[in-house]
């Protein structure tokens, strides 16, 4: 029964989830034409408000927080500068190379985009997401305060169990006594990444911001881990890097090997960043796409739009249950990768 309950549930929401890009997208389509690259990108790029569920009208306001050419700092709600809107200088632009950036003008009315440090969509939602990773760590951290080592239930099971998996199979194996050292930070990544890969799959609040899909986040993501790799490094690992164990005729005169051991270097965080980036990006196109086929074959008629509705949304949920399972994998090779990477900063001692 219980098993029942579940796919009903999972059901639900995945639905409520398909109607939501599917409504949303109507009611733009329905005030303009349809441009079908705009509205996927925006759904897919940042903004200075949070839309509520099915409205592209009623926002949730975000505090702005700029800097202009004079020195002066202003902060104020997003909600002033909605809708075209000129609040203390300061606009939405609507066009050009600024579209959707807070602009202001100077003296002679030259158009510049001032110092922005607002919080926007995807900086909300890194903090949303932060939180609910802080909260399932002190959830499962209470539970064992309060119950010691009895097994725990619910959603603290689940947590264990993802736990477990990660750092017993993943990264104690492949990273040896240097696990409790890196362990806490990757299990950290893991939990963020997929957070917030979940909560972009969702339209409604606090859900529905694409941040892997933003490259400035998985950048960030990727720094921290190319940090951790060369600069908590053994002496070994530079000693490979500049004086490699390879025939003398690859490292001098010409030092062939030293220039592709640090590229080789710089590679590794771009490839962390560019893999989670256009995995996550290309799921939520795939699922706008579908979307957007109701309205493309719609333009030829009533039957178009009827045979090809059902078949979108199909479509559409296929995709959003593929993104749900490739968000627990995109987590979990992230995961794996930097522990790998780190891995070869450290030569690791088998354990007895």
């Known amino acids: 029964m219980k098993k029942v309950i579940t796919a009903i549930v999972a059901a639900v929401i995945v639905g409520l989830m398909a109607f939501g890009y599917w409504h949303t997208s109507q009611n733009q389509a329905s005030e303009e034409e349809l441009d079908p690259q705009a509205l996927i990108f925006e759904h897919l790029g940042d903004a200075y408000g949070w839309e509520l569920p099915f409205s592209h009208d009623i926002k949730i306001p975000l505090p702005i927080i700029v800097k202009d050419a004079v020195g002066t700092w202003h902060v104020f709600s ?211 796409v579908f979307i957007m086929l109701i309205f493309i074959f719609g333009a030829f008629g009533t039957v178009f739009s009827v045979v090809t509705t059902p078949v979108s949304l199909a479509f559409s949920l296929f995709m959003l249950l593929l993104d749900t399972l490739v968000s627990f994998i995109q987590a979990y090779v992230f995961t794996i990768l930097s522990t790998m990477f780190i891995s070869m900063s450290h030569p690791v001692e088998e354990e007895n």
């Open 78 to 288: 997003s909600s002033r500068v909605t809708g075209g809107q000129e609040y203390e200088g300061f606009k939405i632009a609507g066009s050009g190379d600024n579209k959707g950036k807070v602009v202001t003008t100077t003296a002679d009315g030259q158009e510049y985009r001032p110092l922005d440090l607002s919080v926007t969509k995807n900086v909300a939602g890194a903090f949303i997401a932060a939180i609910f990773v802080i909260m399932m760590a002190m959830s499962l951290e209470r539970w064992y305060v309060k119950n010691g080592m009895k097994a725990p239930r619910k959603m603290n099971a689940f947590i264990e169990v993802v736990v477990d998996f990660v750092y017993m199979q993943t990264i104690r194996p492949i990273l040896g006594k240097n696990a409790p050292k890196y362990g806490p930070y990757l299990l950290t990544v893991f939990f963020f990444i997929l957070t917030m890969n979940l909560l972009g799959l969702t339209v409604i609040f606090p859900g529905g911001a694409n941040l892997t899909g933003n490259l400035a986040v998985t950048m960030t993501l990727a720094i921290i881990t190319f940090f951790l790799i060369n600069f908590t490094k053994s002496k070994e690992y530079w000693k490979d890097i500049f004086w490699p164990d390879m025939p003398m005729a690859f490292k001098c005169p010409v030092p062939l090997m030293q220039v592709i051991e640090v590229f080789s270097a710089f590679i590794k965080p771009i490839a962390l960043m560019v893999r989670l980036f256009a995995n996550m990006i290309g799921g939520h196109m795939a699922v706008l």
